[in-house]
């Protein structure tokens, strides 16, 4: 932006303020007192103002520009929209390699498997509705985005970086079922719930820890 010269003599004329633009002049004019009801003080000292970040064009003159306040980051547990209990939830089962052992149901494994489970679920591949770690197997309840994206696919992934990323051997291939109505829902999270009960690992469903859900509570299915 260009301003006039400097005038050498004391006075300077008001000329020259009258050419200035209309939101500079009464600063550079009227530096330290108030040109106009409607402007702010500025002094010598700094203005702190909440948001706002001041731009020094001169050793005296600041100018405030606005700074975008910073959203808070959406959590993992809210509910995308595409995640509508009328469509179909896929209940799925997937074997470890190896049966018989306990290679899942532990701190260290099941904290690295559901982080990567919640990974999924904060980049909108899936909606794991119940995702329960038995010694051996997966149980699991999700709903699938209308991506285009098989299911085959996503399952496949997951199971491809969980055998490099945490040492887990997988059978080939994994079982899936699709849920079409309400009831058969319901029946499946509490039989995946009770999973643990049936196999004595339990004594009732909420003692066994290795579970996530994705909205962190068992899903209300009515």
Known sequence: MMFPPASSGRNEPR?????LPVFIAPLLCGAGRRSAPSLPFFGQRAVHTIGLRPLRLTA??????PVPIPRRKSLPHEIPLWVDPQRAIYFITINCELRGTNQLA?????????????????QGLWWPHVFLLMPDHV?????????GKCIKLIVGQWKEWTAKAVGIGWQRDFF?????????RREKADY????????????????????????????PFR
């Open 15 to 19: 000329e020259t303020c009258a050419r």
């Open 60 to 65: 005296s003159v600041p100018i405030i520009f």
């Open 106 to 122: 532990t701190d260290g494994i099941a904290a690295a498997l559901f982080e990567t489970v919640r990974h999924r679920q904060e």
């Open 139 to 147: 149980h699991a309840l999700i709903s699938f985005p209308p991506s």
């Open 176 to 184: 899936e079922h699709r849920l079409r109505h309400a009831e058969s």
């Open 192 to 219: 995946i719930l009770r999973n643990p009960v049936r196999k004595k690992l339990a004594a009732r469903p909420e003692d066994w820890p290795f579970v996530y859900f994705a909205d962190g509570q068992r899903p």
